[in-house]
C-alpha cells in the first residue's frame, strides 16, 4: 500500500554533514508519525530520531541529540535527517519509517512501514 525510499548516504569524513531524504509512495504519509532508525553490523537496530504527524514535535536519541535535526515536509510526503558533526561510530545503514497515530514513537516494533536504508560511512 505504501513505501518509504531513503537517498543521500555516502561518505563523510568526521565532522561533515549529509542530509537524508525518506520520500513515502503510494500513500500518503502526512497523517503518521516519521522515525529514523540506524543499524550498524552485528548491532541491533537503534532509534536515531522521531516527528509527530504535525511535524510539532521532536524526540531524539542521546547520541544524536545535538547534531542531529529530524524534519518533513508533508507536501512533498518526505522526512528528513540532518546530519551534522558526525562520527565514525554513526557509520550504520539508516532507515526510515512511518506509524500511524498522533504520538511519537521511538521503538521498531512500533513501526508498521519501513524503507530500505541508505548506507552512512564516516571515516576516521
Known amino acids: 500500500q505504501g513505501q518509504l525510499v531513503e537517498s543521500g548516504g555516502g561518505l563523510v569524513q568526521a565532522g561533515g554533514s549529509l542530509r537524508l531524504s525518506c520520500a513515502g509512495t503510494?500513500?500518503?504519509?502526512?497523517?503518521?508519525?516519521m522515525g529514523w532508525f540506524r543499524q550498524a553490523p552485528g548491532k541491533e537496530r537503534e532509534f536515531v530520531a522521531t516527528?509527530?504527524?504535525?511535524?510539532?514535535?521532536?524526540y531524539y536519541s542521546d547520541s544524536v541529540k545535538g547534531r542531529f535535526t529530524i524534519s518533513r515536509d508533508n507536501a512533498k510526503n518526505t522526512v528528513y535527517l540532518q546530519m551534522n558533526s558526525l562520527k565514525p561510530e554513526d557509520t550504520a545503514v539508516y532507515y526510515c519509517?512511518?506509524?500511524?497515530?498522533?504520538?511519537?514513537?521511538?521503538?521498531?516494533?512500533?513501526?508498521?512501514?519501513w524503507g530500505q536504508g541508505t548506507q552512512v560511512t564516516v571515516s576516521s
Open positions: 503510494g500513500r500518503t504519509f502526512s497523517s503518521y508519525a
Open positions: 519509517a512511518a506509524r500511524a497515530g498522533s504520538y511519537y514513537y521511538s521503538r521498531s516494533y512500533e513501526y508498521r512501514y
Open positions: 516527528i509527530t504527524w504535525s511535524g510539532g514535535t521532536t
